[in-house]
């Protein structure tokens, strides 16, 4: 018994004996009791250490057990160290190829933010507006009219018929040559001496539409002309157009102008008895002033709410012929997603997102016909008399003919303001005048054919005349159906979604269950891993 008891004193003595001497160890003699306090600062270290080793295992339990191509063979301990570096090597230029192709793909998605596709190739073309046909006779000035004026005219002193008959000539603009100064001075004392106007000099020497016109049959049913065709101005002077809504007011009669539809005309059938049939009167024995060397009318066939200038599709009628002129109509229209998209991204404007001086919708047509008239205004400091003008602008008179002369090539070129070589040309990134192109249009791709006219048949379908030299014209559509085309977003969400999944799942089997993976190993499992161990 005495031996056990000083086995269990000897025990006790020897671990107090440990205390003292772990106690004595921890302070050394030569130093400071009051500076053991500062070796306090290494559980910092501890913590940054315990948070590295925890760091290491989550991403080895993670590359062991997610289905990423290549991570479960970086950690595997029944392979060298070799393959295992060059497992690393694998992996990290996967994870650099994928990021690359990724960025190219967002950035080629910037750069063309939209696409314009075929959609349908059967849309009917009742739902597309039946196009505006505009006819401008070759003849500018009407011998009768012509003869009448230059008997009443008045002449100032020292002036001469010669003068007279020079200044209708005129009316022609653009002509090719420069008038002097003292020829416009004589032609401006002609206007002033009887209260006339360049622009009202114009209009009383053009052919009457009453007379150039003289049946039409519209959907099958005769019709008077003087409800369908109105009287407007353009670049080929006045001329006669049928469904024309560009301008802001029309020229109908007062008394038939409110059976004027507000809309454009769109027809439910295809072939020429459903659509314009026109008997045209070249009045050959009128010319006076013509650009061309035979008898009849260019047609102008373009959008309703466009101004007819050169863009539009053009046709030549001449005396003594039927012509057929079949049309097949092209829709293109944007969807919400565009209409929602910034404008510097979409490049194109809607028809009520940008107001025209004088013309009713905008289109890319009437912007740079606008953006040419601005131009001119800049240069001469008045508007040609052809162009819609709400009183805020100068019209062009005599003594401005000459401007007029020099500003026709800005008519005639696209980029007119640009005289430069071609190679700088190539390189303009924006369009004249800020003007965009359109999201929705409609184009009118026409086909014509034409013989001879058979006046004792073709005459009695609409009535009977003792004409010679008319013209029998029949516009209408050639097909019930026609081409649609969709103006959509390049990528949305969903298939921008599919092109990154895509190439990320190529390359390294990512999906968004595996991110989901990632997260779960970074913060729910240490979560779940502490609340086992309570």
């Not at 192709?101 to 933010?113: A, F, G, Q």
């Not at 401007?403 to 005289?419: E, P, Q, V």
């Not at 054919?449 to 009535?463: A, H, K, V």
Request: hydrophobic share 35%; net charge positive.
């Amino acid at each position: 018994m005495a031996f056990k008891k000083r086995r269990i004193f000897d025990l006790r003595q020897v671990q107090a004996e440990q205390l003292a001497s772990s106690t004595t160890s921890t302070v050394p003699i030569d130093q400071n009791p009051r500076e053991v306090p500062t070796r306090r600062h290494k559980k910092p270290l501890l913590c940054l250490h315990q948070v590295t080793k925890w760091f290491r295992e989550n991403l080895r339990n993670y590359c062991q057990t997610t289905s990423l191509h290549g991570f479960n063979y970086i950690t595997r301990q029944d392979i060298s160290r070799y393959e295992r570096w060059f497992w690393i090597l694998v992996v990290f230029l996967a994870i650099i190829t994928s990021i690359v192709l990724v960025i190219v793909s967002w950035y080629s998605n910037r750069e063309t933010p939209t696409v314009t596709v075929i959609e349908s190739s059967h849309f009917p073309t009742w739902n597309i507006p039946f196009p505006a046909v505009t006819i401008c006779n070759f003849n500018k000035i009407s011998k009768t009219k012509a003869s009448g004026l230059f008997e009443r005219i008045r002449l100032p002193p020292n002036v001469t018929k010669m003068h007279v008959h020079k200044l209708f000539n005129l009316t022609l603009l653009p002509v090719d040559h420069i008038v002097s100064n003292r020829t416009l001075e004589i032609y401006e004392k002609i206007l002033t001496f009887n209260n006339l106007t360049l622009s009202q000099l114009t209009r009383e020497l053009s052919p009457d539409c009453i007379d150039m016109i003289t049946r039409c049959i519209w959907k099958g049913i005769s019709s008077r002309c003087d409800s369908l065709f109105q009287r407007i101005e353009t670049m080929e002077g006045q001329c006669c157009s049928f469904n024309y809504f560009a301008a802001q007011n029309n020229n109908f009669p007062e008394k038939i102008a409110y059976q004027v539809p507000k809309r454009p005309y769109r027809v439910t059938g295809c072939g020429y008895p459903t659509g314009l049939s026109v008997l045209l009167n070249p009045m050959t024995s009128e010319y006076y002033g013509t650009f061309f060397s035979g008898y009849g009318f260019r047609l102008l066939i373009h959008d309703a709410y466009n101004f007819p200038d050169e863009n539009s599709e053009t046709k030549v009628v001449t005396s003594t012929r039927e012509s057929f002129v079949r049309i097949n109509p092209e829709s293109t229209y944007a969807t919400s997603d565009i209409r929602r998209m910034d404008l510097a991204e979409r490049n194109c404007l809607f028809g009520s997102e940008r107001t025209l001086i004088g013309l009713r919708r905008y289109s890319f047509i009437n912007c740079m016909f606008e953006c040419r008239v601005t131009m001119t205004l800049k240069r001469c400091g008045c508007v040609p008399s052809y162009v819609t003008n709400n009183g805020s602008m100068k019209v062009c008179g005599i003594s401005d003919a000459n401007c007029l002369i020099h500003s026709k090539r800005l008519f005639s070129h696209a980029l007119a303001n640009l005289n430069l070589s071609l190679s700088i040309v190539r390189q303009t990134s924006h369009f004249p005048c800020e003007c965009l192109p359109d999201c929705q249009s409609n184009h009118y791709v026409s086909e014509s054919t034409m013989g001879r006219l058979d006046m004792s048949y073709s005459f009695n379908r609409i009535t009977n005349s003792n004409q010679t030299d008319s013209i029998l014209l029949h516009v209408f559509f050639s097909d019930l159906m026609s081409t649609r085309y969709r103006t959509d977003i390049f990528q949305n969400w969903l298939s921008a979604l599919a092109s990154f999944g895509g190439l990320l799942g190529l390359i390294m089997g990512f999906s968004i269950v595996t991110a989901f993976e990632f997260i779960y190993f970074l913060t729910f499992r240490p979560v779940f891993n502490y609340i086992n161990r309570e």
